[in-house]
T-cell receptor, first 116, second 111 residues
Framework: GAGVSQSPSNKVTEKGKDVELRCDPI?????LYWYRQSLGQGLEFLIY????????KSGLPSDRFSAERTGGSVSTLTIQRTQQEDSAVYLC??????????????FGEGSRLTVL | RKEVEQDPGPFNVPEGATVAFNCTYS??????FFWYRQDCRKEPKLLMS???SGNEDGRFTAQLNRASQYISLLIRDSKLSDSATYLC????????????FGTGTRLTIIP
């Protein structure tokens, strides 16, 4: 597709289970971001990938969170031993090269995670 | 102090009015600035970049004040379709591609 694709769109899980969220960025975009948004809140930065560089993991809230990006394309965000406070919408975005509008972040529709 | 701060609102404004809101940022080294728009239960989308000299796109005007470390968004002749949350986004510098989002300002245009 032409846009950023995320799956699943909705995930309900039990506390303590592991979950994997997938992001397929726009083809050719070298930068990929994960953010999360809790109900009524702003976007919280989680992690950023740029090409073959080491990812910026400074936003990951705990060691239960990890992410990888294989082949410079698809990314997977993994949350281990989920907690209720992990409930949020997890948004993935990709970005091309350049500044101004050409550096625009394109978001997927998000994966809504509910931890019971 | 938060890296990026916005008045959460809500701003309830009659149709046709002009509305403006600001966003302050804490790091004076920040290089690039953007306004994104987020509709209810949708993903954010770029509204406009903010240039040093200020820029206009139709009814929307964005300005940057580096001395006071804030950016602003002005909407003229507001339409019902302008109802959304407006997110301020700050990019630190070209060696760090992290983009920091404000919590957003909710705007509702009233018929």
């Amino acid at each position: 597709g032409a846009g950023v694709s995320q799956s699943p769109s909705n995930k309900v899980t039990e506390k303590g289970k592991d979950v994997e969220l997938r992001c397929d960025p726009i083809s050719g975009h070298t930068a990929l971001y994960w953010y999360r948004q809790s109900l009524g809140q702003g976007l919280e930065f989680l992690i950023y990938f740029q090409g073959n560089s080491a990812p910026d993991k400074s936003g990951l809230p705990s060691d239960r969170f990890s992410a990888e990006r294989t082949g410079g394309s698809v990314s997977t965000l993994t949350i281990q031993r989920t907690q209720q406070e992990d409930s949020a919408v997890y948004l993935c975005a990709s970005r091309g090269i350049g500044r101004g509008r050409s550096g625009e972040l394109f978001f997927g529709e998000g994966s809504r995670l509910t931890v019971l | 102090r938060k890296e990026v701060e916005q008045d959460p609102g809500p701003f309830n404004v009659p149709e046709g009015a002009t509305v403006a809101f600001n966003c302050t940022y804490s790091n004076s080294a920040s290089q690039s600035f953007f306004w994104y728009r987020q509709d209810c239960r949708k993903e954010p989308k770029l509204l406009m970049s903010v240039y040093s000299s200020g820029n206009e796109d139709g009814r929307f005007t964005a300005q940057l004040n580096r001395a006071s470390q804030y950016i602003s968004l002005l909407i003229r002749d507001s339409k019902l379709s302008d109802s959304a949350t407006y997110l301020c986004v700050v990019h630190l510098n070209f060696g760090n591609e992290k983009l920091t989002f404000g919590t957003g300002t909710r705007l509702t245009i009233i018929p």
